[in-house]
């Protein structure tokens, strides 16, 4: 079956810009999750959506981070007035539903390759 | 928080096998031990996971310490795809933290022919 689909696969952007990344997660999937990979690094946790649950914005790093999913379907993340710093592989993942560590196999898109000039 | 402790980078020669290990001495006993990996411009794939006992699929094999302080990921015949990023990462049960993954710089397999 389909995985977990992003788009755009690249972007580049000048800095100040909006720019508007998504996801479309494995249908069926409950949980869907954002992070960030910066250049050689690990991946960074940004945000969870649970169902119609109140996400977990909690890694969020500013205030110019937001994203929005609709019911259990697509996802897109958008960030405000883009910084240098912003350029990352920004990665989305779905699961059947959250839950704790000994149960939930997160499957993770190809990511978006962002580039803030 | 429990963390891993992993070697910067491995080499296999192609059709044999990888030990990949991973320290984590602070872990406690409600962690499950996860491996993913990831392949150049590829996003994260799972691998394997466990809790106590030793495990098998059929990508690979997790043996887990008795005292669950350190784990080794066994790749039985690399492949010139196996050439990846390999993590390993500590996830609690429950509460705060155990539904999204961290992971720090991991293991660089390189494969060779």
């Known amino acids: 079956g389909a995985g977990v689909s992003q788009s755009p696969s690249n972007k580049v952007t000048e800095k100040g810009k909006d720019v508007e990344l998504r996801c479309d997660p494995i249908s069926g999937h409950t949980a869907l999750y954002w992070y960030r990979q910066r250049l050689g690094q690990g991946l960074e946790f940004l945000i969870y959506f649970q169902g119609n649950s109140a996400p977990d914005k909690s890694g969020l790093p500013s205030d110019r981070f937001s994203a929005e999913r609709t019911g259990e379907s697509v996802s897109t993340l958008t960030i405000q007035r883009t910084q240098q710093e912003d350029s990352a592989v920004y990665l989305c993942?779905?699961?059947?539903?959250?839950?704790?560590?000994?149960?939930?196999?997160?499957?993770f898109g190809p990511g978006t390759r962002l580039t803030v000039l | 928080d429990a963390k891993t402790t992993q070697p910067n980078s491995m080499e296999s020669n192609e059709e044999e096998p990888v030990h990949l290990p991973c320290n984590h001495s602070t872990i406690s006993g409600t962690d499950y031990i996860h491996w993913y990996r990831q392949l150049p411009s590829q996003g994260p794939e799972y691998v394997i996971h466990g809790l106590t006992s030793n495990v098998n699929n059929r990508m690979a094999s997790l043996a887990i310490a008795e005292d669950r302080k350190s784990s080794t990921l066994i790749l039985h015949r690399a492949t010139l795809r196996d050439a990846a990023v390999y993590y390993c990462i500590l996830r609690p049960y429950s509460g705060a933290g155990s539904y999204q993954l961290t992971f720090g710089k991991g293991t660089k397999l390189s494969v060779i022919p």
């Open positions: 993942a779905s699961s059947l539903r959250a839950s704790g560590g000994g149960t939930d196999t997160q499957y």
